[in-house]
């Protein structure tokens, strides 16, 4: 069925330290997946996204990882800053649909001091 | 930065009255979106739109909702007769295809509350 989930709800890190935020689908037919960041108030912002035929891509600080064989999902920040702090999901776009995202549940990274 | 805007930010209705949730696009993209937001829980898709008429739409966007490009640059959300379950924040966001690597831009919500 149609199901991307989060392993974990909350995650606190250390100002500087690397965070790793991940995710399990369950839908094989997914063409892309997308990162999305939300503060508070604040609709969801666009981070980076993937495709399917990936296992890896780089962005600013960012980096998602795609394994396929486990349907698992990572989002990597590296050297996390205070505005970081946010709650983070992963979303899917299921092949041949009208780009309709699917989100998972959301992660909230706390980064502290 | 071109950016989706939504009005109002907050709306406070009555139970059973209307309400249209108004959003305009970034401006030069051609697919449109609605999704709401449960207080506490993840983002759902309501409904997609390009070239004047409905792509897709889920379970959520039954009779009561419909959606309308009335201009050049404005995408409403009308829901007929609210409920208080319709409570939510709901999200406008568009893009410039439908293409996975054309990411939807989203606006910052209107919180609608229903009494």
């Known amino acids: 069925g149609e199901s991307v989930g989060l392993h974990l709800p909350t995650l606190s890190v250390q100002e500087g330290d690397n965070s790793i935020i991940n995710c399990a689908y369950s839908?094989?037919?997914?063409?892309?997946f997308i990162w999305y960041k939300q503060e508070s108030g604040k609709g969801p912002q666009f981070i980076i996204d993937i495709r399917s035929n990936m296992d890896k891509r780089q962005g600013q600080r960012v980096t998602v990882l795609l394994n396929k064989t486990v349907k698992h999902l990572s989002l990597q920040i590296a050297a996390t800053q205070p505005g970081d702090s946010a709650v983070y999901f992963c979303?899917?776009?299921?092949?041949?649909?009208?780009?309709?995202?699917?989100f998972g549940a959301g992660t909230r990274l706390a980064v502290h001091p | 930065e071109p950016e989706v805007t939504q009005t109002p930010s907050h709306q406070v209705t009555q139970m059973g009255q209307e309400v249209i949730l108004r959003c305009v696009p970034i401006s030069n993209h051609l697919y449109f979106y609605w999704y709401r937001q449960i207080l506490g829980q993840k983002v759902e898709f309501l409904v997609s739109?390009?070239?004047?008429?409905?792509?897709?739409k889920s379970e959520i966007f039954d009779d009561q909702f419909s959606v309308e490009r009335p201009d050049g640059s404005n995408f409403t959300l009308k829901i007929r007769s609210t409920k208080l379950e319709d409570s939510a924040m709901y999200f406008c966001?568009?893009?410039?295809?439908?293409?996975?690597?054309?990411?939807?831009?989203f606006g910052d919500g209107t919180r609608l509350s229903i009494l």
């Open positions: 839908n094989s037919a997914s063409d892309y």
């Open positions: 979303a899917e776009i299921l092949s041949g649909g009208y780009n309709k995202l699917i």
């Open positions: 966001a568009s893009s410039a295809g439908r293409r996975g690597d054309q990411p939807q831009h």
């Open positions: 739109f390009y070239n004047n008429e409905i792509s897709e």
